[in-house]
């Protein structure tokens, strides 16, 4: 297979890193290699256009529309682990250990003593938005895809 280029403003590259983030249940995500736009579709109660969306992108699956994704739980979880050994602020950084040691709420309370800290949520999210940029990356990469951001 031959590797393609696909063009995209940083505006789109940021839509489907954002697409990549997020798990919607009764949502797909396609990457339209046309235009390199975020194409929804729903999987349940489609209207006439969806149902007409959804033959076009069966019709062009995997050469012109490709199911976008999601990050996996292991992903967010290696996430936060990675990013609590950065935390510069040795309280925090014992508190956000504390938090990962336990079994239940880890997510909600890890993020709750992000918060309390502005900064650190700031680089937080931004850690893992370039983390999820990689990962685009790479999948693009693994279906022969070159990203050129315009």
Do not use: C
């Amino acid at each position: 297979m031959m590797q393609r280029e696909l063009h995209v403003t940083k505006f789109q590259l940021d839509e489907i890193v954002s697409t990549y983030n997020i798990q919607v249940e009764v949502m797909r995500h396609y990457l339209n290699m046309n235009n390199g736009e975020v194409v929804r579709v729903p999987i349940y109660n489609k209207n006439k256009d969806d149902k007409e969306l959804a033959k076009i992108i069966k019709d062009g699956l995997n050469e012109h529309y490709f199911l976008i994704p999601h990050i996996t739980s292991s992903e967010g979880s290696s996430d936060i682990y990675d990013f609590t050994e950065t935390v510069s602020n040795p309280e925090l950084k014992d508190k956000l250990s504390n938090v990962l040691k336990g079994s239940r709420n880890v997510f909600r309370k890890y993020n709750d003593l992000l918060l309390a800290d502005f900064d650190e949520s700031q680089r937080y999210y931004t850690f893992v938005q370039e983390s999820n940029r990689n990962r685009v990356l790479k999948w693009l990469e693994s279906i022969d895809i070159k990203l050129i951001v315009d």
